[in-house]
């Protein structure tokens, strides 16, 4: 099992920036894909960002392109999502999730279903 506790949202002005973290234990691997994701009100969740295992490779939604970042210190068990240039739509609950292995190399292999684990998610609210 590998639980997943998320922190860092808050409330930021438009075009400000958050840091989340994502802390991971149990049976951790840097082989594990880590992903996040995020559900706005009303709305269903979404990718985010996601990074494979092992890779500095990572995978983004078109959304947030040239706006966030993902990185992971495997170390530290720890998935982080650098988030600048913020809007009010990006206003979510923000979700870690994690996959037992490899995801894939295109954005649209990034889906909830294929994650096997998941935090319980932090709220970011960008106001306008």
């Known amino acids: 099992q590998v639980q997943l506790v998320e922190s860092g949202g808050g409330l930021v002005q438009a075009g400000g920036s958050l840091r989340l973290s994502c802390a991971a234990s149990?049976?951790?691997?840097?082989?594990?894909?880590m992903a996040w994701f995020r559900q706005a009100p009303g709305k269903e969740r979404e990718f985010v960002m996601g990074i494979n295992g092992n890779s500095d490779s990572s995978y983004y939604a078109d959304s947030v392109k040239g706006r966030f970042t993902i990185s992971r210190d495997n170390a530290k068990n720890t998935v982080y999502l650098q988030m600048n240039s913020l809007k009010p739509e990006d206003t979510a609950v923000y979700y870690c999730?994690?996959?037992?292995?490899?995801?894939?190399?295109?954005?649209?292999?990034?889906?909830?279903?294929?994650?096997?684990?998941w935090g319980k998610g932090t709220l970011v609210t960008v106001s306008s």
């Open positions: 999730a994690a996959r037992v292995g490899f995801v894939g190399r295109v954005e649209r292999q990034w889906k909830e279903y294929v994650m096997d684990y």
């Open positions: 149990g049976r951790t691997s840097s082989s594990y894909a």
